[in-house]
């Protein structure tokens, strides 16, 4: 099956500093996701981006589906932003999505 | 904006019993899931459903587990006698397909909040 590769595992950062998180994957993927996991284990979908750039206040997200990989950029980051952020993805429309281990995110303020 | 629900948030229970953990995904939806995670590990696809059977399960889904869609709008998740690794995050999600909203929408996969399962 595909393998899903996260990097760094862990990041500590002081408040206000930037971030980019990494997500490679080993095969060509029809979609890809973004997510938090807030302190009560939810998921919290960032970027639905199987393709192209996106951003969202602080937050964008970026997939170079041709060269396998995605990055998520945080930018002024902020207490609330720890937490473990999970890439997943897709290579067929409407099949499972398999999950990179995640980065666990620590922002000191 | 239309969202999972999952119930119970929180169960407990005792090695061997049965659980059933319950779903309702977004109305219109055509494709559901069922995913876990185990506490400090990754989120791993259990089985996904589509058109009242199931398309697609792991290895973790084995005899112990089972899935049904009752009526039209639950999805539940049953386990039949749990052990103590079944203790775990459990997720619910579903995605729309082709043709019932925008198409850039249409296979985005929205996840619930979870139940967690402690099996005692």
């Known amino acids: 099956g595909i393998q899903v590769e996260q990097s760094p595992p862990d990041l500590i950062l002081q408040e206000g500093a930037n971030s980019t998180l990494r997500c490679n994957f080993s095969d060509s993927v029809n979609n890809l996701q973004w997510f938090h996991q807030n302190p009560w284990g939810q998921l919290i979908n960032l970027f639905y981006?199987?393709?192209g750039t996106k951003q969202n206040g602080r937050l964008s997200a970026t997939t170079v589906a041709t060269e396998r990989y995605s990055l998520l950029y945080i930018s002024s980051s902020q207490t609330t932003d720890s937490g473990v952020y999970f890439c997943?993805?897709?290579?067929?429309?409407?099949?499972?999505?398999?999950f990179g281990d995640g980065t666990t995110l620590t922002v000191k303020p | 904006e239309p969202e999972v629900t999952q119930t119970p948030s929180h169960q407990v229970t005792q090695m061997g019993q049965e659980v059933i953990l319950r779903c309702v995904p977004i109305s219109n939806h055509l494709y559901f899931y069922w995913y876990r995670q185990i506490l400090g590990q990754k989120v791993e696809f259990l089985v996904s459903f589509y058109n009242n059977e199931i398309s697609e399960k792991s290895e973790i889904f084995d005899d112990q587990f089972s899935v049904e869609r009752p009526d039209g709008s639950n999805f539940t998740l049953k386990i039949r006698s749990t052990k103590l690794e079944d203790s775990a995050m459990y997720f619910c999600a579903s995605t729309a397909g082709t043709g019932t909203i925008q198409t850039r929408k249409a296979y985005e996969q929205y996840f619930g909040p979870g139940t967690r399962l402690t099996v005692t």
């Open positions: 997943a993805v897709r290579n067929t429309n409407a099949g499972k999505s398999t």
């Open positions: 981006i199987p393709s």
